[in-house]
């Protein structure tokens, strides 16, 4: 089984920034694909930002600019930096590892206010 553990949700004012952590743990092993989704309120999940394999990087255009996705290999943690936040990024914010199936963190909150 794979645990993916997020931190770093809050309540920030627009144009703020925030950085959310998310730790992969269990049986996984290797460098595997990993992401963050989030769904705003009342709105479908959609993606924000993923890690391919190979290294490349994809980002939704409403974040392109603004947020940066990086991983450390060695503790098996993606993270997501988000700058000049929006009232629009407001949303519960869900990490993803692709190791034989899609593993689903539990969301984290994420809250600007204009």
């Known amino acids: 089984q794979v645990q993916l553990v997020e931190s770093g949700g809050g309540l920030v004012q627009a144009g703020g920034s925030l950085r959310l952590s998310c730790a992969a743990s269990g049986r996984i092993w290797g460098i595997n694909p990993m992401g963050w989704y989030r769904r705003p309120p009342g709105k479908q999940r959609e993606l924000v930002a993923g890690l391919l394999r190979g290294g490349s990087t994809n980002y939704a255009d409403s974040v392109k600019g603004r947020f940066t996705i990086s991983r450390d290999n060695a503790k098996n943690t993606v993270y997501l930096q988000m700058n000049s936040l929006k009232p629009e990024d407001t949303g519960v914010y869900y990490c993803?590892?692709?190791?034989?199936?899609?593993?689903w963190g539990q969301g984290t909150q994420v809250t600007v206010s204009s």
């Open positions: 993803y590892t692709d190791f034989n199936q899609r593993y």
